[in-house]
């Protein structure tokens, strides 16, 4: 096993702050996370692979379907005794899967919407819901998905269809580099 000092627990520590050996795997986090049973790895599972510190447990969870379900609701921070910001954690993770070309296959849909709500911020600074909704269909090709809420939507004015800049994009595009 590689030691603390060049293996992902220091990876993930210089990059998140987040010391994954400080969990004591108490489980606290997973048995309050709302989406644990359809996760491969529950958040705690999660840790306790990072903690061996091994290029495979590593890539285990950088290949997981679970870094991909978490919402980010925050639960499984309120809960720690540790206090181990996991969805930061996750956050990490997931841009790392995508940096390494290791994400999960099945979570392409997920994915999808990832990829097209963080073009969204990065070109216009916010939430832009029809660039968000265009990005994600021309990634999945799923034309027709929600295509009968489109209509109602636009009318009722929740769909603008030209995106609200906000003041400092050069700085958001920074942020992002
Ligand atoms: S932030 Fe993610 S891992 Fe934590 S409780 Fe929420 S969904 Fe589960
Ligand atoms: S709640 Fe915190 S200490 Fe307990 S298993 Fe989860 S991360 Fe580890």
């Given at each position: 096993?590689?030691?603390?000092?060049?293996?992902?627990?220091?990876?993930?520590?210089?990059?998140?702050?987040?010391?994954?050996?400080?969990?004591?795997?108490?489980?606290?986090?997973?048995?309050?996370?709302?989406?644990n049973?359809?996760?491969?790895?529950?958040?705690?599972?999660?840790?306790?692979?990072?903690?061996?510190?091994?290029?495979?447990?590593?890539?285990?969870?950088?290949?997981?379907?679970?870094?991909?379900?978490?919402?980010?609701?925050?639960?499984?921070?309120?809960?720690?005794?540790?206090?181990?910001?996991?969805?930061?954690?996750?956050?990490?993770?997931?841009?790392?899967a995508?940096?390494?070309?290791?994400?999960?296959?099945?979570?392409?849909?997920?994915?999808?919407?990832?990829?097209?709500?963080?073009?969204?911020?990065?070109?216009?600074?916010?939430?832009?819901?029809?660039?968000?909704?265009?990005?994600?269909?021309?990634?999945t090709?799923?034309?027709?998905?929600?295509?009968?809420?489109a209509?109602?939507?636009?009318?009722?004015?929740?769909?603008?269809?030209?995106?609200?800049?906000?003041?400092?994009?050069?700085l958001?595009?920074?942020?992002?580099?």
């Open positions: 096993m590689p030691s603390e000092k060049q293996g992902c627990i220091a990876e993930v520590k210089s990059a998140t702050g987040v010391n994954a050996n400080r969990c004591y795997q108490c489980g606290k986090c997973s048995a309050g996370c709302a989406l049973e359809n996760m491969d790895y529950p958040p705690s599972v999660v840790m306790r692979l990072l903690q061996t510190n091994s290029e495979e447990c590593y890539g285990s969870v950088l290949r997981s379907q679970a870094i991909w379900l978490c919402a980010s609701c925050q639960s499984c921070l309120t809960r720690c005794p540790m206090q181990i910001d996991i969805p930061l954690l996750m956050d990490y993770l997931r841009a790392q995508l940096e390494k070309k290791v994400a999960n296959k099945k979570s392409k849909k997920i994915i999808a919407f990832h990829r097209a709500f963080l073009d969204s911020l990065r070109y216009t600074g916010r939430l832009y819901e029809v660039g968000l909704v265009a990005g994600y269909k021309l990634r090709l799923d034309f027709l998905q929600d295509l009968s809420v209509p109602r939507m636009l009318l009722k004015g929740k769909l603008p269809l030209l995106p609200e800049m906000v003041k400092g994009r050069k958001m595009k920074k942020l992002f580099r």
